[in-house]
């Protein structure tokens, strides 16, 4: 059965991209010739496909998509907190979760969420490698194993380490963080141990073959991704990401769908730079980033420092946009640190589609703010990205001040009904509709 680039390349529009052209109000043939050039993707395994997926596009022509990271670590969480933190991300708006889980039965964790996830699901295979045989222990046999049973379980795209290579690793020991890439240190620590090229590199044709089955997307990770500001678009970095310009071009030969990650921690200045380069390189494939965290100093609000960052990405280039939490840097992050993140890099990708001027972006704004001019609370409320933060605080802030909340109060309390602009900017229209 042929994968969805296969099937754009030979003009075949599939209900895939229907339902993608649909959902994006685009041009059918438009999404199955995007898909035909790379630059647009359908992650959608057969399998989850057959299930309970509803397939989404994440390419340029789209908008940009969010993804949240949930998963189990070694120190705590368990299955049930985690599908909670999968239906938080989702209700807040996440377009895709990945499952990053160390800790505990993986296989139990990753079937129960894929069973429940109506949106495409990522993992990243090495890490079940490394929990289940030590990184000392692992052999290519295991590798494809354990990609082919979570293939069999329905995962959508993985991400893969392919890029980092062992004659890079020399070109982190001047970083001031090294590696923080949780796969590529692992990597790194096998090839060393081995004195062995990366085993994703030497079976990359293996790992095609199996993804094009079933049509599990790669999404070909940067283990060499800067983890501070002064170790952004450094040699290591540019490196790897011409190794992953390599594995793009390789990955489409075999008919296998491709996304390419990036930084990372990078200053706001050197973003553009950053998209542009990716695509040059890689040909255009989507472009997945974590952030970009534009400063180091705010742990506790790096859903901001990524926001600020993510909106510039997308603006330049990015497809998609991993989302961070507040607890980046701290910890494992709870259900409310996963909605706040979710949220954040909502907003992050609206922002950009509107200022790329995507078609249909701007509307929701629109009628947000004619229902906002017309004192509107219900509709302004329920227009916002998150109604819930915008009805609670707006309830709140009319207790406190010892207003009754009504559908058709004509003031709040920022001003107070005497110096409430927009409800004067309704005296205003009046006043001048009689002269």
């Not at 529009?13 to 229907?18: A, H, L």
């Not at 908008?63 to 907190?81: F, L, P, Q, V």
């Not at 039965?105 to 949106?119: G, Y």
């Not at 995962?155 to 890439?181: N, P, Y």
């Amino acid at each position: 059965m042929p994968t969805q680039l296969q099937s754009a390349r030979a003009e075949k529009i599939t209900n895939e991209m229907k339902a993608v052209a649909k959902a994006e109000s685009l041009n059918e043939e438009l999404v199955m010739r995007e898909i035909a050039k790379g630059r647009l993707i359908v992650p959608a395994n057969r399998l989850h496909l057959a299930h309970n997926l509803t397939p989404i596009g994440i390419g340029r022509c789209c908008t940009t998509k969010i993804n949240a990271n949930i998963g189990t670590s070694s120190a705590r969480s368990t299955t049930d907190e985690e599908i909670v933190k999968m239906r938080m991300a989702i209700d807040a708006g996440a377009d895709v979760i990945m499952d990053l889980s160390t800790g505990g039965d993986l296989d139990k964790v990753r079937t129960e969420l894929i069973s429940q996830c109506p949106v495409p699901f990522g993992t990243v295979p090495i890490y079940e490698v490394i929990v289940s045989h030590g990184v000392e222990e692992i052999t290519h046999r295991v590798i494809l194993d354990v990609i082919e049973k979570q293939a069999k379980q329905g995962v959508d795209f993985f991400t893969i380490h392919a890029g980092f290579l062992r004659e890079h690793i020399e070109l982190v020991q001047k970083r001031v963080c090294g590696i923080v890439s949780r796969g590529g240190a692992l990597l790194a620590k096998w090839m060393l141990y081995h004195n062995r090229q990366n085993p994703m590199y030497e079976l990359f044709d293996e790992l095609c073959a199996i993804m094009r089955e079933y049509d599990v997307a790669f999404s070909l990770g940067d283990g060499l991704r800067p983890g501070c500001i002064a170790d952004a678009t450094d040699e290591a970095q540019i490196a790897e990401l011409r190794t992953l310009g390599e594995l793009t071009q390789r990955a489409r030969q075999q008919g296998c769908q491709v996304m390419v990650e990036g930084p990372g921690h990078v200053p706001f200045n050197q973003i553009e730079y950053n998209m542009k380069i990716q695509a040059e390189i890689c040909d255009g494939a989507p472009f997945y980033v974590l952030g970009p965290v534009v400063t180091d100093i705010a742990p506790g609000y790096d859903h901001i420092t990524s926001a600020i960052g993510g909106t510039a990405a997308a603006y330049y280039g990015a497809s998609f946009l991993c989302y961070v939490t507040p607890r980046e840097h701290l910890g494992l992050p709870n259900a409310e640190d996963v909605r706040a993140g979710v949220v954040a890099a909502k907003i992050a990708a609206h922002a950009a589609d509107v200022a790329r001027g995507l078609p249909g972006a701007a509307e929701r704004d629109r009628q947000l703010s004619i229902a906002r001019a017309n004192l509107d609370w219900q509709k302004h409320i329920g227009s916002s990205l998150d109604p819930k933060t915008a009805g609670e605080m707006h309830i709140e802030a009319c207790k406190n001040s010892g207003i009754a909340e009504s559908p058709n109060a004509d003031y709040c309390t920022m001003c107070g009904r005497n110096w409430c602009s927009v409800r004067i900017n309704r005296e205003i229209r009046e006043m001048f509709a009689k002269k």
